[in-house]
Every structure is written in C-alpha cells, then in structure tokens.
C-alpha cells in the first residue's frame, strides 16, 4: 500500500477502536498531503466530537461547510455536515445555535427531496427540550417516531429490509415525556403504558411509570413498575437513581426527573400528602 493508503487504514481502525487521538494523527498526515479533500475533514471532525473535542470539530465543519457550499451549493452533503456541526454546538450547550443548524439540515434535505431524517428530527427535538420549547420538542419527537416507523433498513438478509422500531420507541418516548412536561398527564400516562407494552425491554418507560405513577398517589403500581424495571430488565434500573444523569445525558424533562426524585426519596406528592 502507499502512504494514503496506509493513513486512511490506521484512521479507520484507529476510529473503530475507540483511539480518537490515534486517528485525528493520521488524518492530520492524510490532511497535510490533501489539504481540501471533504472527506478527511468530514471524517476528522467526526473523530472530535467523538473525543469530545468539540471546538476542533467546528473549525473543521466550519471549514467543510465552506468547501461543499463553493463546489456543490446546499445538498444532501451539506444536510449531513450541518447536522454534524449542530452535534458538535450541542456538546458545547449551545442548544439555540445547534437547533438552527438541524432545522437547516431539515430543510436543506427537504428541498433536495429528500425526507427528513428522523434521528436529526429527534436532536432538533432534543435542543427544544434544552431550551424549554416543550411542546415544539414533543411534536418534533412524534415526526421523527413516524419518521422511524415508515424508514427502512437492511436486517442483513439478501433484499430483506425492516423498520427502525428501536428508533420508532426512543423518539415515542420523549414525546410521552414531554406530554408529562407540559402537564397533560393523561395522555403521558397512556402513552408511557402503551410503550411498555410494545417495547417491554424498555427501562426507560418502565421507570417513568414508576415516577408518574408515584406523583398520582399510586404507590403500589409505582413499586411494581420499578422493581419490574429493576430485576426483568437486563438493563436494570440504577442509571435512573442518577438524578445527574437522568437530566443532563437522558434529558428527562425537569417535572419527570421531580417525579423520579420524590420518588426514589418515599416523599408524597404534595396534592396527596
């Protein structure tokens, strides 16, 4: 193999293992002998998010921006980078600039015909959770649930393709979350109860029970819903002990993570104490 060749395969395995530095060397050297080449710069900015080096990540999506605009114009290439980028602003909690950049890579793609992503609509969703835009982050969750549902992907089969349920489920989730949020409780509950059913793996809405349940006064389906959650879910249930890790990683929105709070602490719900 040439030099190239030799840099593009240690960038590769290095970024498959998990050595971010390792592979951000390598495409520093692929880099230094093409400076312009989009996909290294793709690729290494990538490797920064990553490695959680968000600012290296926008000076080079920065950068590629610039290079597929002059060459290419707004395509489904510049979709794909702008939703790269807005992952790098939201490691940076510039939740207002990284909604901006998703709704761009919305649009771009819609106006290439092409449909929306749904994970992208599911981030853009997240971000409008971060800035308290509760109801536009719930129906942007129900758009990319039904985004999920009508995709397909290939299950490994010669021509045999399948729908993105696990998708479908995370994105119906949040939307049952931010129904909470916004205090129709109903519809919450409903929602939380018919996920479980169709996904009964899912710690996530088995432990939201849990708390929803125990804000209404119900202990007792509070209590089976969480040890359900706690001894038949291989996952378990420990993560949603982390009050931390419930808001800033799984971004429980901040009634829920109350909810889950009192109730891991035994403490009535007010309107029942």
């Known amino acids: 193999m ?20 390792q592979a951000v060397q390598a495409l520093d050297q692929l880099l230094d002998i093409s400076p312009d080449n989009v996909a290294y710069l793709e690729m290494r900015a990538t490797t920064h998010v990553d490695g959680k080096d968000f600012a290296k990540a926008l000076s080079d999506y920065d950068t590629l921006l610039g290079l597929l605009r002059e060459r290419e114009g707004d395509s489904l290439n510049t979709a794909r980078v702008l939703s790269g980028m807005a992952l790098a602003l939201e490691g940076i909690d510039r939740f207002g600039d990284a909604a901006d950049a998703y709704e761009q ?16 609509e599911n981030s853009l969703g997240n971000c409008y959770a971060s800035l308290g835009r509760w109801k536009d ?3 942007k969750y129900l758009s990319s649930a039904r985004g999920f549902q009508t995709s397909r992907v290939s299950n490994g089969r010669a021509g045999g393709m399948q729908r993105r349920l696990d998708g ?44 929803m349940y125990w804000a209404r006064g119900n202990a007792i389906s509070a209590e089976s819903e969480w040890e359900f959650a706690c001894n038949s879910i291989t996952v378990g249930c420990a993560k949603y002990e982390d009050m931390d890790w419930l808001a800033r990683v799984r971004r429980w929105p901040p009634k829920m993570v109350s909810h889950m709070k009192d109730f891991l602490a035994l403490k009535s719900p007010e309107k029942y104490a």
């Open 2 to 21: 040439d030099q190239i060749q030799v840099l593009e395969s240690v960038a590769r395995q290095a970024y498959a293992e998990r050595e971010f530095g």
């Open 105 to 120: 890579s919305i649009q771009i793609a819609k106006n290439c015909g092409s449909p929306p992503d749904p994970y992208v």
């Open 137 to 139: 982050a719930r129906n």
């Open 168 to 211: 479908s489920i995370f994105a119906f989730s949040n939307a049952a979350l931010m129904a909470a949020q916004l205090g129709d409780d109903e519809t919450a509950l409903k929602e939380m109860k018919g996920i479980a059913r169709r996904a009964p793996g899912s710690a996530d809405m088995r432990a939201a029970l849990a708390a």
